[in-house]
């Protein structure tokens, strides 16, 4: 990565390079400048220091052999056998991905009991789905899965390996890649890949200011995460195509310190993810009783609603009910925005709905970008009308 060297001799004002760093990450100590941990390597004070400071590069890693590294595999999240749906939708990516480095797709299956799944996967673009089905398997453990991650990449070498953002993979992921010494990029909203089989990793960074591409050039595997409904799934083909290959782990080496005592499953809860119609409230919303105008709304239309972060903080919603980066990704059939400007992190949680309506009193609002229906207009108006609408539609019908 590099690294900032301060030469302390070329400093000709020390206060003056100081006010140059817009994290305050210069202090000063015994006449010297030290950088400290706040420091973001913006490289700003290189740029405008008059040679007081230097970034120097690291010292390039060996190259790795890139050819010895094929593939791109999917980790198949699952509950006893369920599968999640953000794996078939990681294996049309991965497929759209292998495709284009001409290279095959693989499916990491691990579990007990899971061999009609592992065939189900046969019609969702693996080229090999690799199944480790073992009784020690059958509750999800930390120290057993990640065991046979490392037997499958040792035996498997794939160049990049695709995460379901899942409670499961958000604890399986960092532990894999730490024990490989290699990159990982969390919650991924892009992927692409070059040909040299470097994997484009693209996600909001600093807050949702930037969108930050990633790359992890120097080691193998590749390792990302991304959230459920970000990418699309593929069709189910009727052809079986896949074909299944079983991984040979010993027994003694899933031995864990962790015993799992029992499982209490929770209350299947109702999700805002799940709904096909959400209508969501913004700022724009002048106090919490007002929220009634959009819960009407949502009623109307047969579905649920939702808010922006704002809402959250002022303690109006529950904050399960938050779209955007901090919050939930939703791709409803129709989402109704209600005051809501169209902030980059809310977007982020939303931008992927079939259809989206936004209404909002300023013309030059951000959310009109990404909105497919746009009403330029007062809220308290506009919800009204539209409720009388429905009424007047249900009437007619
Ligand atoms: C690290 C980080 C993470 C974040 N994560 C999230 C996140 O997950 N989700 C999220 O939502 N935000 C998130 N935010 C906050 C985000 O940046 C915005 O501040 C937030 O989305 C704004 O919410 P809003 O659109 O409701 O409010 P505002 O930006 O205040 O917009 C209110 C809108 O209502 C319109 N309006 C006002 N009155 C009316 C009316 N009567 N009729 C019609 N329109 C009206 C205004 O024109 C305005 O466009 C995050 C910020 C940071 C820094």
């Not at 791109?72 to 939708?89: Q, R, T």
Request: glycine share 8%.
């Amino acid at each position: 990565m590099g690294k900032l060297v301060v030469h302390q001799d070329k400093i000709t004002d020390i206060k003056a390079l100081m006010a140059i760093c817009p994290f305050g990450a210069m202090t000063e100590k015994n006449g010297t400048v030290e950088i400290s941990a706040a420091c973001r390597l913006c490289k700003l004070c290189v740029k405008k220091g008059n040679g007081a400071m230097e970034f120097v590069e690291d010292e390039p890693k060996a190259q790795i052999d890139k050819s010895k590294w094929q593939g791109i595999a999917v980790y198949i999240d699952h509950v006893e056998g369920h599968i999640h749906p953000v794996s078939f939708e990681l294996l049309g990516k991965a497929r759209e991905l292998a495709d284009k480095i001409h290279q095959q797709v693989y499916a990491l299956f691990m579990g007990h009991d899971i061999s009609g799944a592992a065939k189900e996967l046969r019609h969702y673009g693996a080229d090999k789905i690799f199944v480790c089905d073992k009784k020690s398997l059958g509750g999800f453990n930390i120290e057993a899965y990640t065991k046979v991650f490392e037997h499958f990449i040792k035996q498997v070498k794939p160049a990049a390996i695709l995460v379901g953002a899942t409670p499961v993979g958000r604890q399986l992921a960092p532990r894999v890649a730490a024990r490989f010494h290699t990159g990982l990029t969390a919650d991924c909203t892009v992927l692409d890949i070059h040909e040299n089989t470097d994997l484009v990793q693209i996600r909001p960074a600093f807050g949702g200011n930037i969108m930050a591409e990633i790359l992890t050039p120097n080691t193998r595997p590749q390792m990302a995460t991304v959230r459920y409904k970000i990418m699309d799934a593929p069709q189910r083909s009727k052809e079986a195509k896949g074909t299944i290959e079983q991984l040979v782990v010993p027994e003694n080496e899933l031995a864990s310190r962790i015993t799992v005592l029992g499982i209490t499953k929770k209350p299947k809860e109702k999700s805002i993810e799940h709904a096909d119609v959400l209508v969501v409230a913004g700022r724009g919303i002048k106090k919490k009783e007002d929220l009634e105008l959009v819960y009407q709304l949502a009623e109307a239309l047969g579905g649920d609603y939702a808010c922006t972060r704002p809402l959250i903080e002022a303690g109006w919603m529950d904050p399960r009910r938050q779209i955007g980066l901090s919050g939930r990704t939703v791709r409803p059939k129709l989402i109704i925005t209600c005051g809501v400007s169209g902030a980059i992190q809310f977007v982020a949680g939303m931008e992927h709905s079939d259809e989206i309506f936004a209404i909002n009193s300023d013309p030059k609002a951000a959310i009109f970008k990404v909105a497919n229906y746009a009403v330029v207009g007062d809220l308290y108006e506009i919800i009204p009308q539209l409720l009388a609408r429905i009424q007047q539609g249900r009437k007619i019908a």
